[in-house]
């Protein structure tokens, strides 16, 4: 069932975890896409399975009458009736783990927002995910979905693992530099990360009560991103993740010790030569810093960067909406180029809604 973005029909997706946060940023995406067509929203499968089908403009008001669809119960038999074309993953790590080889096999090409397939070693899941990965063969198939880094990779696979919201704004800024050996040796980037509290999801937690959310670090040498960063970007690294009290978008900033002979101009060349030509990553000027304010309802990545006198210490900065560049929107901008169409496909005109999360 893989379909060519030249063909005039209309490409045929579906949404499992529609419930979510994330969920929610992929359907809106996919109802002001020119070439997508809605036609399934589920819940994910860990949800009650007795709860009656629910509007999504009930789940989510800024969507009254935009989406009409019902959230049903996941129904491998009725996604199948469907024929998708595309079904997006934004499930719990172990429902897409289980999902996956079921729609791969009913031929839907399978992007997965959760962290179920982004890692090729098998062994490294049950310590930093708590389930044992029983499909060790669709990990060697998966294709990491950083578009800016793989796009070559995605129009080739039927399996795309779409990174998450720490790892973009952090290996975006890093790749580069990892790539050319512009770090110094031995020297393990350090990355402190501030996110908003939709990166914790829609489920009641009480750290994100709006009477509890505080600045905080959290998971401090223990997040499960880490291995994700190090596997991607290149390196290993030292990565903080800290809570804000905003409600969405990313703020990194990066420490890197440089090697012997590198400078100021040999960074911003270096990034000009990655992303000059990329949609998504504004380098920002001289003396100009990221911020999430900037990048809120976007999918672009803001960077900005500066080297100290000595030429030995560059701190590097980047912003990102997490539900969108982190999350929602990169997942659209993968299948744009997975199905032959321009990656900015749906994705640079006004996002389709602006309020509030609730």
Known sequence: MPHNGNNLDLTRTAIIGAGGYTGAEVAGLL?????AQLVGLFASANRAQSEQPQSFGDLFP???????????AVDLDAIGDLKPHVVFLA????VSHDLAPALLEMGSIVIDLSAAFRLKEAALYPRHYGFEHQHPELLSQAVYGLPEINGDLIPSTELIAAPGCYPTSAILPLHPLVESEALAPNWQPIIDSTSGVSGAGRSAVLKS????VSLQPYNVFSHRHAPEIAAHAGAPVIFTPHLGAFDR???STIHVRLAKGSSAQRVTDLFQE???DKPFVRLLPAGQWPSVAAVRHTNFCDIGWAV???GSHLIVFS???NLLKGAAGQAVQCMNIRLGLPETTGLLKEAACTAPLS
């Open 31 to 35: 109802s002001n896409h020119p070439q």
């Open 62 to 72: 800024r969507f009254r009458g935009l989406i009409d669809l019902e959230v049903q």
């Open 91 to 94: 499930t719990p790590h172990e």
């Open 209 to 212: 009560h709006f009477c509890e």
């Open 249 to 251: 978008g990313i703020l």
């Open 274 to 276: 990655a992303y000059g």
């Open 308 to 310: 100290d006198e000595g």
């Open 319 to 321: 912003a990102i909406d």
